[in-house]
Nanobody, 116 residues
């Protein structure tokens, strides 16, 4: 099956770091743009970071300078390095793989909880 498998979430104290990974299978990873979204209870899903096919990253203002999105095409995996975590970063984080008009895949979500 074509799927995305996320890992790396957990519970950390404010100021700590986590690294999320998103492993793809059954697809040509190189042809897709990748994104990380998050959703907190009672709030809409928001785009946190994205990376283009050519490797150009973009970030939400709230995470700029703290988070880094990257991809390893040889391993069909995308990453989100999260540093200087804040309690307001607490959410379920979802990986997204997009080939416009062809593929739109979502990971199962991984919980990130940042304690005060």
């Amino acid at each position: 099956q074509v799927q995305l498998v996320e890992s790396g979430g957990g519970l950390v104290q404010a100021g700590g770091s986590l690294r999320l990974s998103c492993a793809a299978s059954g697809i040509i990873f190189r042809l897709a743009s990748m994104g990380w979204y998050r959703q907190a209870p009672g709030k809409q899903r928001e785009l946190v970071a994205s990376i283009t096919i050519s490797g150009n990253p973009n970030y939400a203002d709230s995470v700029l300078g703290r988070f880094t999105i990257s991809r390893d095409n040889a391993k069909n995996t995308a990453f989100l390095q999260m540093n200087s975590l804040k309690p307001e970063d607490t959410a379920v984080y979802y990986c997204n793989l997009l080939v416009r008009g062809r593929l739109d895949l979502w990971g199962q979500g991984t919980q990130v909880t940042v304690s005060s």
